[in-house]
């Protein structure tokens, strides 16, 4: 036994070492506080390394993944290879390999969870804010979203736009230009005031369409990562999404919130016309299953160009309307759970309220 532990000894201070990765983890999630407390340093750890990966000009984290696919595959390959040829040691070889892809395998877990999943036990915006999401009367739905309209007609002749009357910014000039979506908005809450970097393109944006995916926060590189295949029209808004995971809010429907918030007090129109569409269509959503007479004489007063980038939109993302989409939205669901969202994905619609209450 004594000789079996040494020969293993490497893949057993390991799993030492990943004990005390979940004990931390663990900690985290034991109340407000702690949560608050590693929350604070896994912050500003991720600022640091973020520096290194924002030197380079594409999606790091796209390609840790792809390496990690092919590292278990290839470990897979030598597992196979020593169980056929290490005769007469094929359980201690398996054991050798398996317990190392466990390990790999808890170790990208583990690093997520105290580098994101303890930031869901953390204070959020609305404690940081005092804007509280609360119940709203369909009058009050109604009236903020007339206003979210009657600013979509305002903003959206100003927006370029093709032959065919859909939103055409340069995606370039939305990636330039979205280092100061916040600058106004961080004036009004300060703890939302950072410094920003220019968000990545995904490389792999078709396959994450294909999962519903229109961006996400790596904790690992610090990266912000945008699906730059959907329509151009949510990207500035969508880019304030995940700019606002950046600032450590892990709550996807106060993010939602900070998008809209942030884009629509943008100086920049293109951002501004982004921000009033994406909460135009959670409004109105809200609206429709709240009164349906009420939503018909809102949408009657859309303008055409923006009824013509939600009938893009609707377009793009019908043709992704399939398993790996419901698997994909399924499991992060789950996931969403696991952290304590107990709503799951259908906590999004909590930004209506917010929005309500804000605006």
Sequence with gaps: ????????????IWLVGLLALFGVYWYGISSREAADAVSAVTQRVKDGYARLWYLFPFSVVEWFYVAFIVGIVVWLAVLLHRVRT??????????GCAMGILCLSLTAYGLYCVGWGVNYYAGGFQEKSGVYARPVTVEELERVTLYFTEKLEETSPQVP??????????????????????????REFPFLAREDRVPKKMFFSRLFSAMNFTGFYSPYTGESNLNIDSPACLLPANIAHELA?????????????????????????????????????????????????????????????????????????????????RVSTKIYDSSLKSYGQADGIQSYGTVVDLLVAYF
């Design 1 to 12: 036994m004594g000789a079996f532990l040494r020969r293993h000894r490497a893949v057993h």
């Design 86 to 95: 290490w005769r007469g040691r094929r359980l201690e070889a398996a054991y």
């Design 161 to 186: 736009r093709d032959e065919r009357g859909i939103f055409a910014a340069s995606r370039e000039d939305i990636f330039s230009d979205s280092t100061t979506v916040y600058r106004n908005l961080s």
């Design 245 to 325: 995971h950046q600032r450590g809010i892990a709550s996807e429907q106060e993010c939602n919130f900070l998008a809209i918030a942030a884009a629509t007090s943008s100086e920049n129109v293109v951002y501004q016309y982004s921000g009033y569409l994406m909460g135009y269509i959670q409004l109105s959503n809200a609206l429709y299953r709240a009164d349906r007479d009420r939503w018909a004489a809102v949408r009657e007063l859309l303008p055409a160009g923006a009824a013509a980038d939600l009938a893009d939109h609707s377009a793009y993302w019908a043709q992704f309307d399939g398993l790996t989409a």
